[in-house]
């Protein structure tokens, strides 16, 4: 199990990387951290011609508190946004969920950036990404554009990334005060990846729930929110019986596959299980019970 | 430009300068290329963390990362922690509490072991275990192994 050869080209900057991605014409791959890049070149599951190391690229990898918003460069490795101090104030449920990506070893390499274009349908980060209603910053040569989390996901292991693009920042907009946060994961030991996960925001205002966020991950190809349960609730009193009807919608909107490790049936339970916990959770540290 | 390429690592306190093919592992380069067969290698896909090292001071895979991108760099391996008759406190504790058998995982859950007890309070045994969760041993029931970090542990903070 050793990588095919391949061409080694190490980017100095943004522009150099693209450019190259230009030339290979779909013959390159971004190396990044290299956690999921690696084993699948070690499997010889992919055999580019070129791996484009963006590893040295100066000031792709930052966490900057910009007002309304912060803002992630690529490289971000996944034990800085653990142990962000800036993420830890204004995304709570981020640096939790840092804490479930992996282990060490594989977070001291691995980036967000890298986890967003892999795509891996039971991954934390585009889940989160997804909850948080992250816009992405992505560059080629052709020039710059913007994609919000909720369109750039696809299918398993797809996303809206040309050939030719390289995503170089992460925004995500700070949420609003009285914002309470649950995250709730079941793997078959610590690190491995979720059998299902939920991630919940609710925000409280005058007694009520002014808006609520539902993500899942591990439940189908991609990332979801759960729309109808998180239209359920909003502008409502959290009453017990509206929040068993919710909980009880996102059953009903995920078809998770079945697979080695568990079953549809099982994985469904799981997720409103967990998603019962993640909002009561979230209620409670928004101040509402 | 799959040729080989000049790299300079600084391991265990040693520079070493070789010219490497891009798609030689670290792990292979540290066993293969330099002789340093403390590093186990065994999925070679990142899942049983036997070849874990220090890069620049954070654990690493050395079966996820090439040589190549480790020019320049400060790589520790089990090597750099003691030597017979002279082990560091972590490996002393490994002995004291039998935490091996075979042998074959420790190097890498030692090196594990040096990175979590830099990065982590380690305060209950829950949270030992959840940090050698990506290391595979399948002699100990790592019971032993969380009782030797635990020791080393508890003598840290006296």
Known sequence: MKPAAFEYVVANSVEQAVATLAQAGGEAKILAGGQSLVPMLNFRLLRPAILVDINRIPGLAFIEDAGDAVKIGALTRHHQ????????????????????????????????????????????????????????????????????????????????????????????????????????????????????????????????????????????????????????????????????????????????????????????????????????????????? | MSGRRDIRVTINSVVYERAVEPRLLLADFLRDTLGLTGTHVGCEHGVCGACTVLVDGDSVRACLMFAVQADGCTVETVESLGRIGGLNPLQESFHAHHALQCGFCTPGILMTATDLLKKYPLATDDEIREGLSGNLCRCTGYEHIVKAIRAVKAGAAR
């Not at chain 1, 020039?143 to 995503?167: I, P, S, W």
């Not at chain 1, 609730?233 to 009453?239: H, I, M, N, Q, V």
């Open chain 1, 81 to 289: 946004l653990e142990t962000s101090p800036v993420i830890a104030k204004h995304f709570p449920v981020l640096s939790y969920a840092m804490t479930h990506v992996a282990h060490l070893a594989i977070r001291n390499r691995g980036t967000i950036g890298g986890s967003l274009s892999h795509a891996d349908p039971a991954a934390e980060l585009p889940m989160m990404a997804l909850l948080l209603g992250a816009t992405l910053h992505i560059i080629s040569g052709k020039g710059k554009r913007t994609v919000k989390a909720r369109e750039f996901f696809r299918d398993a292991l797809t996303v809206d990334l040309a050939e030719d693009e390289l995503l170089t920042e992460i925004h995500l907009p700070k949420l609003p005060p009285q914002t309470g946060w649950g995250f709730e994961e079941v793997a078959r030991r610590a690190g491995d990846f979720a059998l299902a996960a939920v991630a919940a925001t609710i925000t409280i205002s005058g007694g009520a729930m002014k808006e609520a966020r539902i993500a899942l991950t591990g439940v189908g190809p991609t990332p979801v929110r759960a729309s109808e349960a998180e239209a359920l609730l909003a502008g409502r009193k959290p009453e017990a019986k509206l929040m068993a009807q919710a909980i009880e919608a996102v059953r009903a909107a995920i078809k998770p596959e079945t697979d080695l490790h568990a079953s549809s049936d099982y994985r469904r339970q799981l997720a409103r299980a967990l998603a019962g916990r993640a909002l009561a959770v979230a209620l409670q540290r928004a101040g509402a019970t």
